[in-house]
């Protein structure tokens, strides 16, 4: 923007922020729900509470950079033990797992699931592994037991440090072994699957990324 004053040029440069629409594509075994800059704006459709809710979801949201994306992801469990399929042949640990794309308007990569993001695991269960051999597993009790936390205070904002947080574990296909709308979605070459350290017990994962 230009202004005469006095009869000298004066060149006034805007320092407003613009907001910029992108286009996420998530697949998460089996829920999430993601922010930008602290605001949801998107989140999977099926419940946590359905099974085998195993479907990609597509949409567009705005932020102006830098902002910090921010997923919340869950696997399925009946209960604290962990567990799927409790008091079946089928009684099982699940497994989780989660990628993801952002594309800016000209459908350049923005940001991808990688071990560049930070996550923090809230949700751990089974304590030990021979819990999915239990006859009658107890919530809590011996190989059964569970560590559980709240998110923090505000770990979706800009602001919020995650220093101490580790990366994110990658995986690669055959270890998540995707389902359902896994396939509708082209999927960038550099989006890895991600998750914490163990794909069975790690059940609820807080993840964050910062956009530049």
């Avoid at 597509?58 to 869950?74: D, G, H, N, V, W």
């Avoid at 071990?115 to 597993?137: L, M």
Wanted: net charge neutral.
């Amino acid at each position: 923007m230009k202004h005469v004053l006095g009869g000298a040029l004066t060149l006034v440069l805007s320092t407003a922020a613009t907001a910029e629409t992108f286009k996420a594509d998530v697949w998460a075994d089996n829920w999430f729900a993601l922010y930008a800059k602290g605001a949801k704006v998107g989140e999977d459709r099926i419940s946590i509470a359905t099974e085998r809710s195993f479907n990609a979801e597509s949409f567009t949201f705005q932020a102006e950079r830098p902002f910090t994306l921010a997923i919340i992801a869950k696997d399925f469990k009946e209960n604290d033990t962990g567990l799927e399929y409790i008091g079946t042949r089928k009684q099982q640990m699940g497994d989780g797992g989660l990628i993801l794309q952002i594309k800016n308007t000209a459908g350049d990569i923005v940001a991808v699931s990688n071990s560049d993001w930070r996550c923090k695991v809230i949700h751990n269960a089974p304590s030990s592994k021979a819990c999915a051999k239990e006859r009658n597993p107890r919530v809590g009790q011996g190989a059964c037991g569970f560590e559980a936390s709240s998110p923090p205070r505000g770990w979706t904002a800009n602001y919020f440090d995650d220093s101490d947080w580790p990366n994110a574990t990658e995986y690669q296909k055959r270890d998540v072994r995707p389902k359902g709308g896994y396939t509708k979605i082209s999927w960038d070459r550099a989006a890895e699957f991600i998750w914490g350290p163990d794909l069975e017990t790690n059940n609820t994962m807080l993840c964050r990324l910062k956009v530049y």
